[in-house]
Nanobody, 121 residues
Framework: QVQLVESGGGLVQPGGSLRLSCAAS????????MRWYRQTPGKQRELVAAIARAGSTNYADSVKGRFTISRDNAKNTVYLQMNSLKPEDTAVYVC???????????????WGQGTQVTVSS
């Protein structure tokens, strides 16, 4: 079993910064891609940023130039540095990790519980 635990959310003023962390623990042999999604009521879950094991990244257009995703493979942890935050960034941020389970199962997607980010004055 694998657990993902997010931290770092909170309330911040417009223009401020936050750094989210997501640590994976449990029976982990290897993690492929790690991703951050965000969810707001009444809207579809949005992919915010993704990072491959080797470090290549991609971002939603709405966060390019403001957010930076990174990872520490030794710690099985992914980070999301969020700068120049806007009220429209308010959401629950959820991390996802594609974990190698076994030769029979292959990769399996695990999800965290989410952390609330609120951008408001």
């Amino acid at each position: 079993q694998v657990q993902l635990v997010e931290s770092g959310g909170g309330l911040v003023q417009p223009g401020g910064s936050l750094r989210l962390s997501c640590a994976a623990s449990g029976s982990i042999r290897s993690i492929n891609a790690m991703r951050w999604y965000r969810q707001t009521p009444g809207k579809q879950r949005e992919l915010v940023a993704a990072i491959a094991r080797a470090g290549s990244t991609n971002y939603a257009d709405s966060v390019k130039g403001r957010f930076t995703i990174s990872r520490d493979n030794a710690k099985n942890t992914v980070y999301l540095q969020m700068n120049s935050l806007k009220p429209e960034d308010t959401a629950v941020y959820v991390c996802n990790a594609r974990v190698w389970v076994s030769e029979v199962t292959g990769y399996y997607d695990y999800w965290g519980q989410g952390t609330q980010v609120t951008v408001s004055s």
